[in-house]
Antibody, heavy 121, light 108 residues
Framework: EVQLVESGGGLVQPGGSLRLSCAAS????????MHWVRQAPGKGLVWVSR????????NYADSVKGRFTISRDNAKNTLYLQMNSLRAEDTAVYYC??????????????WGQGTLVTVSS | EIVLTQSPATLSLSPGERATLSCRAS??????LAWYQQKPGQAPRLLIY???NRATGIPARFSGSGSGTDFTLTISSLKPEDFAVYYC??????????FGQGTKLEIK
């Protein structure tokens, strides 16, 4: 069974840092693009970042560029999101998601269950 | 940046009825459009990709149509488990992915 399990969320003060992890299983992790998508409480979905299969190419939404870093460890089947200089507007559930196939960068299928990040003093 | 506008914001229907959800793009997106379903407290689930292709395991009552700027998600006969929020999504060169604001499908 294909599975993505996020961890690392929690409460952090403005300006603080947090690292999210996404453990993958049930598929050849090293063959797929991976993504982070977030959803503020009661709001819609917003794409945050993506990384290619070998980790050599990354992209970020303008709202997080320079503050967030996506990475992966294919030996550990794990995706990461290092979040620095956090702001209140970064408060959201963060989902990791896999590209639907090995030959496309998007559509997102499947998704993890999400991890909540709350930025507040 | 391409903006996706979904309508209506809320759709109230009864089980067994037909649901028609709309997604309009601010400029042509060809067929690069997907639909997702999200139930309360759950992650989104991919329903339709490339405008009209059902994702793996998605029941045949879900169908997608359209190209260019106007797209439709149709649920032919609503089941109780179909009441949820539905999002459309576009993929492009940059920004690579944008979502519509969502349509809430609620039980009448």
């Amino acid at each position: 069974e294909v599975q993505l399990v996020e961890s690392g969320g929690g409460l952090v003060q403005p300006g603080g840092s947090l690292r999210l992890s996404c453990a993958a299983s049930g598929f050849t992790f090293s063959s797929y693009w991976m993504h982070w998508v977030r959803q503020a409480p009661g709001k819609g979905l917003v794409w945050v970042s993506r990384i290619n299969s070998d980790g050599s190419s990354t992209n970020y939404a303008d709202s997080v560029k320079g503050r967030f870093t996506i990475s992966r460890d294919n030996a550990k089947n794990t995706l990461y999101l290092q979040m620095n200089s956090l702001r209140a507007e970064d408060t959201a559930v963060y989902y990791c998601a896999r590209a639907m196939t090995t030959v496309t960068t998007g559509w997102f299928d499947p998704w993890g269950q999400g991890t909540l990040v709350t930025v507040s003093s | 940046e391409i903006v996706l506008t979904q309508s209506p914001a809320t759709l109230s229907l009864s089980p067994g009825e037909r649901a028609t959800l709309s997604c309009r793009a601010s400029q042509s997106v060809s067929s690069y459009l997907a639909w997702y379903q999200q139930k309360p407290g759950q992650a989104p689930r991919l329903l339709i990709y490339d405008a009209s292709n059902r994702a793996t395991g998605i029941p045949a009552r879900f169908s997608g149509s359209g190209s260019g700027t106007d797209f439709t998600l149709t649920i032919s006969s609503l089941k109780p488990e179909d009441f949820a929020v539905y999002y459309c999504q576009h993929r492009s060169n940059w920004p690579p992915y944008t979502f519509g604001q969502g349509t809430k499908l609620e039980i009448k």
